[in-house]
């Protein structure tokens, strides 16, 4: 269900301001939309709460640029617990842990539009294609089609590997399943969880593209500390501490990029390109730059802003967005440019 549309949006010189508390926001100028369902519809189960998603933006944007975060939901419910061999360990190693809190603070500095995932990459992976199901986890026999607007078919190395559509099992740790999914739930899952996200991600991006000309999408995330990337004596100050990924150059416009590593390298932020992580469906479906639509993943090393268990936030957290928020800000206003058909875009043809 959704409380509202997507905001509408223009060209503002002064910066509507997102306000947040933890994950909730207050109303003020911001339009506010969820979509989707993470249980099952029963008697008793508000919508509003079970939304699989939820967007906030102020009516007008100061800059074309959308933050999207899929990898934080923690809306477990009961059954899918139920489920798990070792719910804490799964949780702990699927999901981008309190990355979502990052970008509420990014969206309060910035005043940008923020999508979150209240779903848990448990349920679904949202950066993985509804094609890339683990058939050996589904209950009933092999890949058939669905519904006739649909066929699911196949699987590739990811899903086999244990890291597809659903998440069978975890290196190190084995198999998070206690048994098999039902053949209707996953359908369930892609029909109440992926389409909306994807539907509404898609739809904000070409709102967004519309008004300004361009649009940026922001996908991120997080990832377990890194080995470090040369010989130094510190591993701390050698490791990669954030990974941009613009699928090798296809999702986003070059001047983004180096930008986007000028800045990082002018904050002190030791910073990779493309590997390990250079980005997955989500860059995949929805990059356009030849239709204006830039898309780039960030993958933030989880000791930069989680305690020694990477478990819970700590007051590193709003340094860390605040480093951010300058970057969505620099990357914002030259996307801005870009969809202005200004100097900038003319230089870099």
Not at 112 to 139: F, K, Q, Y
Not at 175 to 185: G, K, Q, V, Y
Not at 323 to 339: C, N, S
Request: proline share 6%; aromatic share 4%.
């Amino acid at each position: 269900m959704t409380e509202q549309g997507p905001s509408t949006g223009s060209h503002s010189a002064n910066p509507a301001r997102v306000h947040a508390t933890g994950s909730a926001f207050d109303r003020g100028d911001l339009v506010t939309s969820r979509g989707g369902a993470v249980a099952p519809e029963r008697p008793g189960l508000r919508a509003r709460e079970n939304a699989a998603f939820i967007h906030v933006a102020p009516r007008s944007l100061p800059l074309p640029v959308l933050v999207a975060v899929p990898h934080a939901g923690r809306a477990y419910c009961g059954e899918v617990l139920a489920e798990m061999r070792d719910p804490h360990q799964s949780q702990l190693r699927l999901e981008d842990r309190h990355v979502d809190a990052v970008g509420v603070e990014i969206a309060r500095e910035t005043g940008t539009g923020l999508l979150v995932a209240h779903a848990p990459r448990a349920m679904l992976d949202l950066n993985r294609s509804d094609e890339d199901v683990d058939w050996e986890m589904i209950e009933g026999s092999g890949p058939v089609k669905m519904r006739t607007r649909r066929q699911i078919t196949g699987t590739n190395a990811r899903a086999r590997s244990g890291l597809g559509l659903v998440p069978r099992r975890l290196p190190g740790f084995g198999e998070i399943w206690r048994s098999r999914l039902p053949r209707a739930e996953l359908e369930r899952r892609i029909d109440r969880i992926h389409r909306p996200y994807h539907s509404f991600l898609a739809a904000e991006l070409e709102r967004i593209r519309d008004a300004w000309g361009a649009a940026l999408l922001i996908d991120l995330h997080s990832m377990p500390p890194l080995r470090k990337a040369s010989h130094g004596t510190n591993a701390e100050e050698s490791s990669p501490r954030i990974v941009l990924g613009d699928r090798f150059g296809a999702s986003c416009h070059g001047t983004l990029i180096s930008s986007a590593f000028r800045y990082l390298e002018a904050q002190g932020c030791v910073a990779a390109h493309n590997r390990p992580y250079s980005g997955g469906y989500v860059l995949d479906r929805h990059a356009a730059p030849s239709k204006g639509i830039y898309a780039m993943q960030i993958e933030i090393c989880r000791s930069t802003y989680l305690d020694a268990a990477l478990a819970e936030p700590t007051e590193a957290l709003k340094p860390l967005a605040s480093m951010l928020a300058g970057f969505v800000r620099e990357l914002g206003a030259q996307t801005a440019g870009l969809g202005a058909g200004g100097q900038m875009a003319q230089a870099a043809e």
